[in-house]
């Protein structure tokens, strides 16, 4: 013991770091880590980056001190924050449906911010300024969970809408009471000072609304330059910023009104707004996140019950305003209850915003020493973040899957899918890519007779000249072979530094439908099921992906044996691997049986026998997704099984699919297997790029390693 203290106080001397490099180094590697850590741990990335300050501040472990720097890029990234949210906001559907917006605004925001203001003010015995302060953060929302909605394809439906726009109108509402509780600090707040401080201010929005505007037209049309144009916007948030203090309001919220009078001239999907994002996203507001982590004392969260009791209290109120707000509205307007769950599910959750306002009570001084915003009040705040992201996401993913199951789109089958079939076939080993062609020609549309892309991509590595020489040779091979079939071909070698960029890129050029490709055959070089990039190719794009294995000749086949999950017919993708594995069996002239649930099926059989009466199918009900491995018996080597899958985050994923790899390399080994991902509803990630939901996902969180390794070890336990 007495060496191990001796080494600590050895590395404490260099402790905490000073040198502005090393400084900037260790946020940058938690910049980098944190997201990929938090995403184990199933914790949303905002948070991440406010723990990782907790870790290395004074209170922590002192890696870092806060210096100049994080008060710098920590005020930056506050007012980006508010600008951002400004930019965000979809001010159209707000016009269209003002009255009703307005309404659930108003709820939203009033509701839980007496709901709280009483609490802090009887149960906490807070004062009259800090329980407004707490009442306005909890009045705001932040829209944490509405990547969900992309993902099912929700984005016009009416509670969607409703949220988006009373999001909006609940937060220029807190900001406008923030500005209002500011001002009173440090002079005389009679009559007379609330009439100045409401001409000043309406004096800044009349100027900003008509100033901002004018410069943006003359001068994003004359230059072009996207750093000037860039530095232009940036100027402008500051500027408004600046102002807005200058007539004593706070300066988020003059970041917030020139990011909502710069909304409609910066596109929302344009190279601008994609730069604005990046910068804020990859260093300003995750700086100011971990600074605001470095202001956290950890000791007080350990003092015993009473922090308990303030968070519980924070997050019970807050949210039960909102959920109050929700179902109220969703009455008033008739709405059935699985829109008011969307409607709470979204309007729930509060992040940076949450912070940025009390970030700003933590500057207003009550009296000499003694600041409106204790530890105890921020650290009550950011751990009532983490609670109130969690219950978002999980109430909108169940509002969601409501909505879908009570819309029953599956009935309508999309005719436009059939049309705009364009394969992508993404070859690697030449063992394989023969039958890879073979099976492409086989389930394309004949009558539309259309080409097919072949694609080699090969790693931009010093061997990059050899493997590119390779690619062409197997893709001139693949050429001869389709014009053999009467096939037009189109055929590419790409150089990428990443696979699955490379692939999701030479896709979106090409204008695919689907990819078709081989899963790696090499497994000694990679044990992995999935290989080196599979799982970021299918988490980064939301089309069809075909991967096969083949263990001899695809004209050899004899049965097709489809496993389908439950709910698989509310999604998207669903006619069109039906639509494939039809035509497979019918070229084949095999029989296809289905397993699944008696519902997916019946809408199977009426899909086949209306469109591909010739196909000999058979349909074997399933009750759980746990029978998969029983399958496994009556699986020959003749037979090509077939898994339709789901990313997660969609109507049809469980979570059985993530033992799927091990249940496959299990049972399955040595069999003909086909595993589908089907159309998802959503634009693909690498278009956005947002703080609050990474590109990255982790496929297996770290809960689900560990209950691995007990089981693993319960077995082995010495009798």
Request: charged letters at 15%; proline letters at 3%; aromatic letters at 10%.
């Amino acid at each position: 013991m007495r060496i191990f203290a001796l080494e600590m106080a050895y590395f404490a001397q260099y402790f905490p770091i000073t040198n502005p490099t090393l400084i900037f180094f260790v946020v940058l590697l938690i910049i980098l880590f944190a997201p990929i850590i938090m995403g184990k741990l199933r914790i949303p990335h905002i948070i991440g980056m406010v723990l990782a300050g907790m870790l290395i501040g004074k209170y922590g472990l002192n890696i870092l001190e806060r210096d100049s720097s994080f008060e710098l890029f920590g005020k930056v990234g506050l007012l980006y924050i508010m600008f951002l949210a400004g930019l965000e906001m979809d001010l159209e559907s707000v016009k269209k449906n003002s009255k009703r917006f307005l309404i659930f605004g108003l709820l939203t925001c009033l509701v839980p911010l007496f709901m709280t203001y009483f609490m802090a003010i009887w149960l906490l015995n807070y004062s009259s300024q800090a329980s407004f302060l707490l009442g306005c953060i909890m009045a705001s929302n932040t829209l944490i969970a509405y990547p969900i909605i992309g993902r099912y394809g929700l984005q016009r439906n009416s509670s969607v809408m409703l949220s988006v726009g009373s999001s909006m109108i609940s937060l220029f509402l807190a900001l406008l009471m923030l500005a209002a509780l500011a001002a009173s600090y440090g002079e005389d707040a009679g009559f007379g000072f609330w009439i100045l401080f409401l001409l000043k201010f309406t004096a800044f929005c009349c100027v900003s609304i008509w100033l901002i505007p004018k410069l943006a037209r003359y001068f994003l049309r004359r230059y072009s330059d996207s750093v000037m144009q860039f530095i232009f916007v940036l100027a402008i948030m500051f500027l408004s910023a600046a102002a807005s203090e200058a007539v004593g309001v706070e300066g988020i919220v003059g970041a917030f009104t020139s990011g909502l009078i710069l909304n409609r001239y910066i596109p929302h999907v344009s190279p601008l707004m994609n730069r604005i994002e990046f910068i804020g996203n990859a260093l300003f507001i995750p700086y100011f996140l971990i600074g605001v982590g470095m202001l956290i004392n950890v000791g007080s969260l350990f003092t015993g019950l009473h922090m308990l009791w303030i968070v519980l209290l924070i997050a019970f109120f807050g949210t039960f305003g909102k959920a109050v707000a929700a179902y109220l509205s969703s009455l008033l307007f008739r709405l059935p209850q699985s829109a008011g769950n969307m409607m709470f599910g979204l309007t729930s959750a509060h992040a940076a915003g949450a912070i940025a306002m009390v970030m700003v009570g933590m500057q207003l001084e009550v009296s000499p020493g003694v600041f409106l915003v204790n530890d105890e009040i921020l650290n009550g705040v950011v751990i009532m973040i983490l609670v109130t992201c969690v219950i978002s996401t999980m109430m909108t993913e169940h509002a969601a899957q409501q909505i879908i199951l009570q819309k029953k789109t599956h009935l309508k089958t999309d005719d436009s899918q059939r049309d705009d079939e364009k394969i992508l076939l993404c070859v690697k080993y030449p063992e394989i890519a023969p039958q890879l062609l073979e099976l492409a020609i086989m389930v394309r549309n004949q009558k539309l007779n259309r080409g097919i892309a072949a694609l080699n991509v090969v790693y931009d590595d010093t061997n990059s000249a050899v493997n590119r020489e390779s690619g062409l040779r197997l893709l001139e091979q693949l050429q001869q072979q389709a014009s053999a079939s009467d096939v037009k071909m189109q055929t590419q070698v790409r150089l990428a530094t990443n696979i699955a960029n490379g692939i999701k890129h030479a896709f979106r050029e090409f204008g695919g439908s689907e990819i078709i490709m081989g899963m790696h055959v090499h497994t000694e070089a990679n044990p992995k099921f999935w290989g080196d990039f599979i799982q970021s190719l299918y988490n980064g794009l939301n089309r069809q992906i075909a991967l096969i294995r083949f263990v001899q000749p695809l004209n050899t086949l004899r049965r097709i044996q489809v496993a389908v999950p439950s709910r698989a017919e509310f999604e998207p993708g669903f006619h069109r691997w039906l639509e494939r594995l039809s035509r497979m069996a019918g070229n084949l002239d095999c029989r296809i049986e289905f397993h699944g649930r008696d519902e997916s099926l019946v809408l199977i059989r009426e899909y086949i026998n209306n469109l591909h009466p010739g196909v000999r199918a058979e349909y074997t009900s399933m009750a759980h997704w746990n029978e998969l491995p029983k399958l496994a018996e009556n699986i020959n080597e003749d037979h090509l099984f077939v898994v339709i899958t789901a990313r997660k985050g969609t109507i049809s994923y469980k979570n059985a699919l993530e033992r799927l790899p091990n249940e496959l390399m299990q049972h399955f080994s040595g069999k003909n297997l086909m595993i589908i991902f089907p159309d998802q509803h959503g634009d693909a990630k690498d278009n956005t790029m947002t703080f609050t939901e990474a590109q990255h996902q982790e496929e297996s969180s770290i809960y689900v390693t560990i209950a691995r390794w007990i089981n693993a070890h319960r077995f082995h336990q010495p009798h």
